[in-house]
């Protein structure tokens, strides 16, 4: 079954740009069956929806965060990534990729990206 | 943005009672809504989509429904496993939104 994990320094100062990169195993990024998301969710708050890539490269993104998210695919290495940047320490959250139909199903484990000076 | 209110935020409840959580859109969302089940620690796991298809693998005991705007998810018989944050999230459009969520406890 499909898999995903999500790797990527867990530590960051302000204003630096996280990156975090989501593997893929046992299917393809390059389906044109799904999207490819990454939500984020602060310690002990809600979810927050981040944006998607298509397998076409074509991308979507919260408003809330457009200006500052770039994401990126690699079909060769099976994976997608996200950059943010100009980090603060509102930014702090578990951040999670998933595969994206709408519903989101799977998701990865999660990866803990914490902004401290 | 749509935005997706969830009640109650919290619920404490005995092992057998039935439950039922409610998610408000905003706007109408034509049946574009799942519901999430998020364990302490762990990622959220799908439990329904189109607001009332269980997922594979989903026990039976959670069912959904709902139209146009208002939606819920019920258990019928809270079992001790069902402890949990339990949210909705619309994907009638983008940005795709969830709902706070509803902390479930055990009596």
């Known amino acids: 079954q499909v898999q995903l994990q999500e790797s990527g320094p867990g530590l960051l100062k302000p204003s630096e740009t996280l990156s975090l990169t989501c593997t893929v195993s046992?299917?393809?990024?390059?389906?044109?069956?799904?999207?490819w998301s990454w939500i984020r969710q602060p310690p002990g708050k809600g979810l927050e929806w981040i944006g998607y890539i298509y397998y076409s490269g074509s991308t979507n993104y919260n408003p809330s965060l457009k200006s500052r998210v770039t994401i990126s695919l690699d079909t060769s290495k099976n994976q997608f990534s996200l950059k943010l940047s100009s980090v603060t320490a509102a930014d702090t959250a578990v951040y999670y990729c998933a595969r994206d139909s709408g519903p989101f199903d799977p998701w990865g484990q999660g990866t803990l990206v914490t902004v401290s000076s | 943005d749509i935005q997706m209110t969830q009640s109650p935020s919290s619920l404490s409840a005995s092992v057998g009672d039935r439950i039922i959580i409610t998610c408000r859109a905003s706007?109408?969302?034509?049946?574009?809504l799942a519901w999430y089940q998020q364990k302490p620690g762990k990622a959220p796991k799908l439990l329904l989509y189109?607001?009332?298809t269980l997922d594979s693998g989903v026990p039976s005991r959670f069912s959904g429904s709902g139209s146009g705007t208002d939606y819920t998810l019920t258990i019928s018989s809270l079992e001790p496993e069902d402890l949990a944050t339990y949210y909705c999230q619309q994907y009638y459009s983008t940005p795709r939104t969830f709902g706070l969520g509803t902390k479930v406890e055990i009596k």
């Open positions: 046992g299917g393809s990024v390059s389906s044109g069956s799904y999207y």
């Open positions: 189109s607001a009332s």
């Open positions: 706007q109408g969302i034509s049946n574009a």
